[in-house]
């Protein structure tokens, strides 16, 4: 099983696809070390997100608790801050830790609203790498306003010997979102296709079924249903800030327990637990984050492989490309069947100032009642 820490829904960056900076959370409310201690160990990949994680000041802290708990330990961070990761990567450095980059300089720095927020990345990345960093990247969310440096930001990666990670447009409640659409879904597809060629002539497996992970954007990109079956709940669980544990990070009504007040084991073999799992079975929001996406590719059989369908494709396809052959994707996707879109544009902060709104304990933390994705 997978699991999200959200330490903390502060966060400096003002991103126009995500609005958990509008609503941070009250510190002194915030998931404490001493509940985190009460997770099990086991897990295969543990990430501590945010907000903004490098906010908690108790930040190594918490790393030191989980990183006994998982195969890997991932630190998802904006990266303007890398100097609070320094002293972590000394003591762990083979702690997985993503910069979220959204393009060039000035395509970033807009849609995160970030003042140079490009620059300190790029050499935060540098001085993790240093410092001796060996599981470094970026964090790629395509959106029709980068889509088109997709590219760009990879061939930049490669040339910093670091890796890049890609999701796109969600709606869900810890993102205070339900109107992130596309306005130009099919070009928006295409964009990825270049991507994933690029991906598949490296001698790099991972990267081969991240190539796999990208076509699967591709799909939610034009409004198809998954590739697979999602497995929320069993493979993939999410702690927020207020200890309050899901079985989803997308739909709020899939709450199973409170780590605070109920030791692990209780949550997860509740009646709560088996309820949700069922509406898990039922559900039709069509998502395609890393998180459940990664875990659904996933062998039930040997959990460190993939499903055959997955293999089938990378294999397939990368003795096409490395015999110097295109990949067709119109072979694997529909490209005509593209779900209409509203235009609901998204703003960039950049030099905004918006009067945030507190959320506290007692608060209804997730505020629209339904969150869809097509």
Request: proline share 3%; hydrophobic share 35%.
């Amino acid at each position: 099983m997978d699991l999200t820490v959200i330490s903390t829904y502060r966060c400096n960056s003002k991103c126009q696809m995500c609005y958990v900076w509008k609503h941070p959370s009250d510190p002194k409310e915030e998931v404490s070390i001493k509940t985190l201690e009460k997770l099990p160990g086991g897990f295969d990949n543990v990430n501590v997100s945010g907000g903004e994680p490098t906010l908690r000041n108790d930040l190594p802290e918490i790393i030191d608790v989980l990183y006994p708990k998982g195969r890997i330990i991932e630190i998802s961070s904006n990266g303007l801050s890398a100097d609070k990761i320094v002293p972590i990567i000394k003591k762990y450095s083979n702690i997985k830790v993503r910069f979220s980059l959204e393009g060039d300089e000035i395509t970033n720095n807009a849609i995160r609203g970030e003042k140079d927020g490009y620059n300190k990345k790029v050499r935060g990345l540098q001085l993790l790498k240093e410092a001796g960093g060996s599981d470094l990247g970026f964090a790629f969310v395509i959106q029709d306003e980068n889509a088109d440096q997709l590219v760009k930001v990879y061939e930049l990666t490669q040339k910093l010997g670091v890796e890049l990670a890609t999701s796109t447009l969600h709606n869900a409640w810890q993102f205070h979102k339900n109107d992130n659409y596309f306005y130009e879904r099919l070009s928006v597809a295409r964009n990825v296709e270049g991507l994933i060629t690029k991906m598949l002539q490296t001698y790099s497996i991972k990267n081969w079924f991240r190539a796999y992970l990208n076509l699967g954007l591709i799909q939610k990109i034009l409004g198809h249903d998954r590739l697979i079956k999602c497995t929320a709940g069993s493979d993939f669980m999410f702690v927020d800030p207020w200890s309050d544990v899901f079985a989803c990070n997308v739909r709020k009504d899939l709450l199973v327990g409170n780590l605070e007040k109920q030791l692990w084991e209780e949550i997860i073999n509740s009646e709560e637990m088996k309820g949700k799992l069922s509406e898990i079975e039922k559900c039709t929001q069509n998502c395609w984050m890393v998180t459940t996406a990664r875990t659904a590719m996933r062998s039930k059989i040997i959990h460190s492989f993939p499903k055959l369908g997955p293999f089938i494709w990378v294999l397939k396809n990368k003795v096409k490309v490395s015999l110097g052959n295109k990949v067709h994707f119109d072979n694997d996707i529909d490209y005509n069947d593209v779900k209409p879109t509203p235009y609901i544009k998204r703003d960039s902060y950049l030099d905004k100032t918006i009067k945030k709104d507190l959320q506290k304990k007692d608060d209804p933390h997730y505020i629209a009642e339904s969150y869809l994705n097509e």
